[in-house]
């Protein structure tokens, strides 16, 4: 998820005019022309990890939950697999909310 823009201080050029008035390579981009936004990926990244942390602390607990409930109300087959078709449905409608959250608010700091 890269987010590349022309460079605001030399217009894309490369060249900004320093004090001296000589066209130099432009210090912002380093004369590439344009900025890749590094500050985004980061964030992606550290919210994609959170992501993965919850899904596996989601999945340790209702698995345990899961087993539990197996051996103290002694489930039938079909039960069993409607708890576990609700808890990995629970989590996929988490997940896809928290990532339409996060798209949504990424969306502002846009703007
Ligand atoms: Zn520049």
Redesign the pocket.
């Known amino acids: 998820m890269k987010h590349t823009q022309?460079?605001?201080?030399?217009?894309?050029?490369?060249?900004?005019r320093g004090e001296d008035g000589i066209d130099d390579?432009?210090?912002?981009?380093?004369?590439?022309?344009?900025?890749t936004f590094t500050s985004r990926d980061k964030v992606f990244e550290s919210s994609f990890m959170k992501i993965v942390l919850f899904c596996v602390l989601f999945l340790i607990v209702f698995y345990s939950l899961f087993a539990i409930s197996i051996s103290i109300f002694s489930l039938n087959f079909t039960l069993e697999i409607i708890i576990l078709f609700i808890g990995h449905a629970a989590l996929a409608t988490i997940l896809i909310s928290y990532l339409m959250l996060k798209a949504l608010s990424g969306d502002k700091s846009i703007a």
């Open positions: 022309a460079c605001p201080t030399c217009s894309g050029t490369g060249f900004a390579i432009c210090p912002r981009c380093n004369g590439k022309g344009s900025i």
